[in-house]
């Protein structure tokens, strides 16, 4: 079945770039998300993209995908305390019909 | 974007006992997922449901524990029947969302504790 694998914990100075990494084993996902999960609320997705891509950029947001090597990474530029968050990359063969599968989390502290 | 208004927002239950969970959209959805995040855990999805069908169970999740209902296409209930401390989780729902062009949205979640 499809896996999906992150690093658990990141932690970066306040106003570096944090680089969150994912890799996925199903070469057949299509649509790659990432989504914040802050303490206590629900799942806002951040971005996603298509497997066609190889980078997406939105604001303070950079998203690469490395397709050969199902690595999926995600920059945030200028990480700021309101960053703080847990980090989901997540995967789908199809939109709309298809659950997504998502990776371990990736728990990002921002040190002052 | 599609907005959810998922509730109770949380909830503390006595083992046995069951809890009705509400997901209501304010657009029509054809599909509505219901995941389940263990604590410290990521999401596993529970099930897929349809308007006007069964809803299809994943693997492990079973309509007895977790009866579904879909009954249009803005609403759906999920049941957690006869718990136990091993359902303590947060719940969420979710759907497609058109949108935002190939987003998900997530409702807020229900944090339910079993004691």
């Known amino acids: 079945g499809e896996d999906v694998e992150q690093s658990l914990f990141l932690s970066v100075r306040e106003g570096d770039s944090s680089v969150i990494n994912c890799t996925y084993t199903?070469?057949?996902?299509?649509?790659l998300y990432w989504y914040k999960q802050e303490p206590g609320a629900g799942l806002q997705l951040l971005t996603y993209?298509?497997?066609?891509?190889d980078m997406k950029q939105d604001q303070r947001l950079t998203v690469l995908l490395n397709k050969k090597d199902k690595h999926l990474s995600l920059r945030i530029a200028d990480t700021q305390t309101g960053d703080s968050a847990i980090y989901f990359c997540?995967?789908?063969?199809?939109?709309?019909?298809?659950?997504?599968?998502f990776g371990t989390g990736t728990r990002l502290t921002i040190i002052p | 974007s599609a907005v959810i208004s998922q509730k109770p927002s949380r909830d503390i239950c006595q083992r046995g006992t069951s809890l009705t969970i509400q997901c209501q959209v304010d657009?029509?959805?054809?599909?509505m997922f219901w995941y389940r995040q263990q604590p410290g855990q990521s999401l596993t999805l529970i099930a897929t449901?349809?308007?006007?069908?069964?809803?299809?169970?994943e693997s492990g999740f079973v309509i007895d524990k977790f009866p579904i209902s879909r009954p249009n296409l803005t609403f759906s209930t999920l049941t957690v029947s006869n718990m136990s401390p091993e359902d303590s989780s947060i719940y969420l729902c979710?759907?497609?969302?058109?949108?935002?062009?190939?987003?998900?949205?997530f409702g807020s979640g229900t944090r339910l504790t079993v004691v």
């Open positions: 979710s759907v497609e969302d058109r949108d935002r062009n190939y987003g998900y949205t």
């Open positions: 199903d070469s057949s996902s299509t649509y």
């Open positions: 993209i298509f497997s066609n891509m």
């Open positions: 997540a995967e789908s063969i199809d939109f709309g019909n298809e659950k997504l599968t």
């Open positions: 657009s029509q959805v054809t599909m």
């Open positions: 449901a349809n308007q006007g069908s069964e809803a299809t169970y």
